[in-house]
């Protein structure tokens, strides 16, 4: 299916709530998993996060069913852009901060983009080139004082493992959204984003019955409102923004523009708990920005029309 290889309005809400989903929610899954088990929690939003979406899917008319000859290829999609990378990116959040989780995990889209040239034999134009330093700079520029902080110290066993799971985590997120890409799945996203979610949950609930075993005491409140968040907004809403951004433009102007996540969640920092932000917030914002304006410039000449897409969600 043809799409254009820039944001369109539609992309730009999709990316706005995205970045805005996923930045907040950084430093909720840190203090949640301080309260309950990684697979638990991480098993509980899939499961009804992809129920919650299955059912939309069901109360909107749309079909459920996953075509013939698409069951295998749905199958390596979950468990490269969902399991893995739930899973890793949750344990690695465990082992460091979220900042440092953060950055490592938004190295996503280099992996996305060499992926891209290699499998789905895209070109790195200059274009492409440039976003993608921009933003690299971008995202290291916004963390430089943790990364000074983290170099200057010793490197523990647990943070070389956390580091390690991050940017496995991010590599099985690129590998999965352009398998996404190559194989497009003639499903409305809604009922993939749902089947995705749910398909992912299972293994990941069975390996925390065994892994995490039963809570030993009742989370806080506030633990279990940021569950409420994950599973409504984080799980249903963002992976869904996510699929069907993946859908509408080239896997390089959709990885390179969930830059923006990170840099939300600073600015989050800042509103939220009064942080005064200083040149590495001011130089990612311009820099981020940049990469983010420079994926999506096209000339007249290279943008292709996309087709009207029947989603109603």
């Known amino acids: 299916m043809p799409n254009s ?13 995205l970045a805005i989903g996923w930045g907040l929610n950084w430093p909720i899954m840190k203090f949640i998993i301080g309260e ?90 200059l274009r492409i080139g440039i976003a993608l330093l ?17 170099f200057s110290a010793p490197m523990s066993t647990q943070l070389i493992v956390g580091a390690v799971l991050m940017v496995a985590a991010a590599w099985c997120w690129a590998a999965g959204t352009v398998l996404m890409k190559r194989w497009e799945v003639p499903l409305n996203t809604v009922a993939l984003t749902g089947w995705l979610l749910l398909l992912a949950s299972v293994p990941i609930i069975i390996a925390a019955f ?16 940021g569950v ?25 102007v959709s990885s ?15 509103l939220l708990l009064g942080e005064q932000p200083g040149w590495p917030e001011y130089s990612a914002t311009v820099l981020i920005l940049g990469a983010v304006a420079v994926v999506n410039f096209s000339s007249a000449k290279k943008i292709n029309s996309a087709p009207a897409n029947s989603d109603p969600i």
């Open 256 to 270: 390179l523009s969930s830059l923006i996540t990170p840099l939300i969640g600073v600015i989050s920092g800042i």
């Open 36 to 125: 309950i088990p990684p697979l638990t929690f991480r098993g509980f939003c899939l499961f009804f996060g992809g129920l919650g979406i299955l059912g939309l899917a069901r109360a909107s008319g749309l079909t459920l069913s996953i075509p013939n000859g698409y069951w295998k290829k749905v199958l390596w999609i979950c468990l490269l852009n969902i399991v893995a990378w739930n899973v890793m990116a949750t344990y690695g959040l465990s082992m460091l901060p979220a900042g440092r989780s953060a950055l490592l995990g938004y190295t996503m889209p280099i992996w996305t983009v060499l992926l891209s040239v290699w499998v789905l034999h895209d070109k790195f134009t």
């Open 134 to 150: 921009l933003g690299i700079a971008g995202v290291f520029a916004l963390m430089s004082e943790a990364l000074m902080n983290w």
């Open 5 to 17: 290889q820039r944001l369109s309005v539609e992309g730009i809400l999709l990316l706005i709530g």
């Open 228 to 252: 409420v968040y994950n599973v409504f907004f984080a799980f249903m809403f963002c992976y869904w923004a996510w699929v069907r951004l993946v859908t509408l433009v080239p896997v390089s």
């Open 210 to 225: 065994f892994v995490d075993g039963a809570l030993q005491k009742m989370p806080s409140t506030l633990a279990l409102w």
